[in-house]
């Protein structure tokens, strides 16, 4: 298995809260990604990152945000959580290679907001 | 904009059969191709990657293939087993690495 971990697996929180979510990598890959996936409408992405303070946006992005000071990890911050960002959340990483190489993913993290 | 689409959505078949999961992506466009497994309440587990000069990709009883022409590619698993029961999903690489994900189909492998 890869080395890739999210904290917390689960969290419950109510509407106007700040939530963030952690990725944490030992593989020293330059590539992670966070991902959100809901019922009837699959996996899609929310931000990603491609190095140390470098990241981008993904199809999903309003209403997050996301942070990456250190190689191995990747945050990923709900600022005002809302009951439609409740999903399950799925952290990636890849090894280097802008064309895409197999991405290996984490365990996820069940969000609920009440 | 790049859309993937699985078909069957589920399909329930008994021990023993060999099968064929269908995704189709409508732009042609892509750099690899990458099907998952995953279980309920689990993550996602890498099974193949086709990149886009390949044609197919080989893992045990697990055989996919990829057409980039027609915006095709089959995920063939020969003899079935119950443990091979699980929703399989694929993913086109965009540039960036960026992943495109279909729907899924549900395999249901009954003894």
């Known amino acids: 298995d890869a080395g890739i971990t999210q904290s917390p697996r689960h969290k419950v929180t109510e509407t106007g809260t700040p939530v963030t979510l952690r990725c944490h990598q030992t593989?020293?890959?330059?590539?992670m990604y966070w991902y959100r996936q809901d019922p009837g409408h699959g996996l899609r992405l929310i931000h990603y990152?491609?190095?140390?303070?470098?990241?981008d946006k993904g199809e999903v992005s309003d209403g997050y945000s996301v942070s990456r000071s250190k190689t191995e990890d990747f945050l990923l911050t709900l600022e005002s959580a809302t009951s439609s960002q409740t999903s399950v959340y799925f952290c990636?990483?890849?090894?280097?290679?802008?064309?895409?190489?197999?991405?290996?993913f984490g365990p996820g993290t069940r969000l609920t907001v009440l | 904009k790049q859309e993937v689409t699985q078909i069957p959505a589920a399909l329930s078949v008994p021990e023993g059969e060999n099968l064929v999961l269908n995704c189709s992506f409508t732009?042609?466009?892509?750099?690899?191709l990458q099907w998952f497994r995953q279980d309920p309440g689990k993550g996602l587990t890498s099974l193949l990657l086709?990149?886009?000069?390949?044609r197919e990709q080989t893992s045990g009883r697990l055989n996919a293939s990829l057409d980039k022409s027609s915006g095709r590619s089959t995920l063939y698993i020969a003899a079935s087993q119950p443990g091979d029961s699980a929703t399989y999903l694929c993913?086109?690489?965009?540039?960036?690495?960026?992943?495109?994900f279909g729907q899924g189909t549900e395999l249901s492998v009954k003894p």
């Open positions: 990636a990483i890849s090894p280097p290679g802008p064309s895409g190489d197999t991405q290996y």
């Open positions: 593989e020293n890959h330059r590539y």
């Open positions: 990152s491609y190095g140390v303070k470098d990241t």
């Open positions: 732009d042609s466009a892509i750099y690899n």
């Open positions: 086709i990149q886009s000069s390949q």
């Open positions: 993913a086109v690489h965009n540039q960036g690495g960026k992943l495109i």
